[in-house]
């Protein structure tokens, strides 16, 4: 298991003891008593067994002593990655779920997201929410921000200096009848795009990159579509939006672009399906379109406490995962209520067991698959599974330290159990009292220290 190669880079850190992630042919691998180290660049320089630690401490150059050592109910697996949530409708998340999407959106999130005009509002928002998630074991998030420039530099900023690695995107939008002060022109919104790229990547953030963000097919014309295609396709970006969430939001699309064959369609004519595509939703895609994902190179991310708060639709993962189309999970604040990663599992699990009970041929997700999907299967998703998602030596080192019995926390054990029923249990009944470390790309993050102001 050791890797024994010359490193280039001096070792960090050194960890002992179970490792539990996901690879490309496993859904769940455990690693016990292994040996895993960190070089200084944050990258994972070997994965080891215990015992070949005198062998791997004269190949790293590092002293045994050095060796951090978990815990008997401790265990590593690799940070989740929230591949769709909006950063400024954390401000009302947990309440305004009375209402199907087209309404809600033009009663709070509109009126709400037109308020990030002010920074100190938009600051105080976008910390809270990038604190939240990351003592919730969110190390990649993929945020929507608003349409608002100076503001969604300011999230990529707080993203960056909190130490989360991040996809953040000023959201575009041409078209908006009902708040009609929460609109740009197309040429203001393409103007507005191509600013924030640029200004965002001159930061030269290590971790935090833009993505292009055409709110969906309802918001934006046919021109602005356009040209956010030309955009992301001549800087080679990320793409971000939404996708057949709501019946509804299909049948207008319908009405909207007739000479499109499916909402996928029109995403697929203006250039904005493309290998680093995730599309949210997608409860009502048919095969044709799921062939389609799959031959672009296009990801779904699943949001199933969104879909469900505001009664959308179940997305069947498992025929998505049938048709090889990527696929990670999503929060989706404020649609969905809690900013939480290990919500997330939980309501793809329900769900996945509702549509059991209204089919009992349908496949039902087990948790290793689910947790899968939270952790490796979002890293594919995002188009960043060279970087993280699993341990695997020369990729960074984002990863979450639980201890299932934390004092004071929820979960309590009546024996000793092994490490995938502790995986289990937190997966199901954990919080953050039982993240007690969170590392991205090498750097522990949480506990928190107080960012430094450039």
């Known amino acids: 298991m050791a890797n024994f190669d010359r490193p280039s880079t001096a070792t960090a850190h050194i960890y002992r003891g179970t490792f539990i992630h996901a690879t490309r042919q496993t859904a769940l691998q455990i690693l016990e008593d292994a040996l895993l180290g960190v070089d200084t660049e944050g990258k994972i320089a070997f994965i080891g067994k215990g015992e070949e630690l005198p062998a791997l401490s004269r190949a790293f150059a590092f002293d045994p002593s050095e060796v951090t050592q978990l815990a008997q109910h401790e265990f590593f697996m690799p940070g989740m990655v929230d591949t769709h949530i909006h950063a400024p409708q954390y401000s009302y998340a947990g309440t305004a779920l009375d209402m199907p999407l087209l309404q809600w959106l033009n009663t709070y999130t509109f009126p709400v997201e037109s308020c990030f005009e002010d920074l100190e509002f938009a600051k105080k928002v976008y910390t809270q929410v990038v604190r939240r998630t990351l003592r919730n074991g969110t190390t990649t998030a993929c945020y929507f921000a608003t349409i608002h420039t100076d503001a969604s530099l300011l999230l990529g900023q707080i993203t960056n200096d909190f130490g989360q690695r991040a996809l953040v995107g000023k959201v575009c939008m041409d078209r908006n009848n009902c708040v009609k002060h929460y609109k740009e022109t197309s040429q203001e919104s393409q103007e507005e795009t191509c600013r924030f790229i640029a200004e965002l990547l001159d930061k ?74 995730v599309m949210a939703h997608g409860c009502y895609l048919s095969d044709e379109e799921l062939a389609l994902f799959r031959e672009t190179g296009a990801s779904l991310s699943h949001c199933p406490n969104s879909n469900i708060s505001l009664c ?36 793809t699990l329900d769900t996945s067991k509702v549509l059991t009970i209204q089919d009992p041929e349908h496949d039902t997700l087990s948790f290793e698959e689910v947790f899968r999907l939270a952790t490796l299967g979002g890293s594919q998703a995002l188009s960043l599974d060279d970087q993280t998602g699993n341990f695997e030596v020369g990729k960074d080192f984002d990863a979450l330290r639980v201890n299932v019995a934390a004092p004071g926390g929820p979960i309590d054990l009546v024996q000793c159990e092994g490490p995938k029923i502790l995986l289990e249990k937190f997966l199901n009944l954990g919080d953050d009292r039982n993240i007690v470390e969170v590392y991205v790309a090498g750097r522990k993050v949480v506990p928190f220290t107080e960012p430094t102001a450039e």
């Open 204 to 277: 030269k953030y290590p971790l935090v990159k833009p993505v292009v963000t055409p709110r969906f097919a309802l918001s934006c014309t046919a021109a602005l579509l356009e040209q956010l295609g030309e955009i992301a396709k001549n800087n080679n970006l990320h793409i971000q939006s939404h996708i057949s969430e709501n019946v509804e939001e299909v049948k207008l699309v319908k009405e909207l672009f007739p000479e499109s064959e499916s909402y996928t369609d029109v995403y697929h004519k203006y250039n904005l399906l493309t290998d680093k595509t």
């Open 312 to 347: 959308s639709g179940i997305l069947n993962v498992a025929n998505v995962l049938k048709h090889k189309v990527k696929l990670g999970l999503g929060t989706d604040v404020a649609g969905g209520y809690s900013a939480s990663m290990l919500d997330a599992v939980r309501k």
